[in-house]
């Protein structure tokens, strides 16, 4: 018997159409052998944080059950970025899609490749509020995704309406 881990990863767009990007990233993982999706977020529209002015970015999480190693559940990140036709870029800037691996299971690892927990998945409202919306008791650095969320300002996070959602 192989070990299912809950996962979650964090989507982000700010260029282009925000909405396709997300809702691409979302299906390539869906039809991932391995992966199971369990929950999607709703998605919320952000005010960036760190780097250059840029246009605020559509956010959401999806959690799954995997049988993944974590290194392959990053190179299905990054096969989903480059399915955005992501570039190299500037640090910290706009981007079609980034996908972060925010956590797996309990593990740590300090591998700057792979930092897990996501080094800033417990300080960004852009990453708990969704979160928490969909995995509030997930445990992170001993508290839980509900009390992170409870613990920033929320003001940079808005609903997004999704028109036509079936
Ligand atoms: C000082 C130094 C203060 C660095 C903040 C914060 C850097 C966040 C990078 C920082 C600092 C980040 C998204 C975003 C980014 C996103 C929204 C990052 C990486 N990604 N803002 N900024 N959504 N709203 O997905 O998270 S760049
Ligand atoms: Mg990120
Ligand atoms: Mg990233």
Known sequence: MTMQVRAALGLGSNVGDRQSHLKNAMATVRTTPKVVVVEVSPFVETVPVGGPDQPDFLNAVVVV???LTPEALLALAH??????GR???????????????????????TNPELT????RATERAFVLVPWAAIDPVFVVNGRSVADWAAAV???GVRPFVQLGED
């Open 65 to 67: 059950e995997t049988t």
């Open 153 to 155: 300002d929320t003001s």
């Open 87 to 109: 570039q190299r870029e500037e640090r910290w800037g706009p981007r079609t899609l980034d996908v972060d691996v925010l956590a797996y299971g309990d593990v740590v690892s």
């Open 116 to 119: 897990l927990p996501h080094p």
């Open 79 to 84: 096969q989903c970025e480059q399915g955005a």
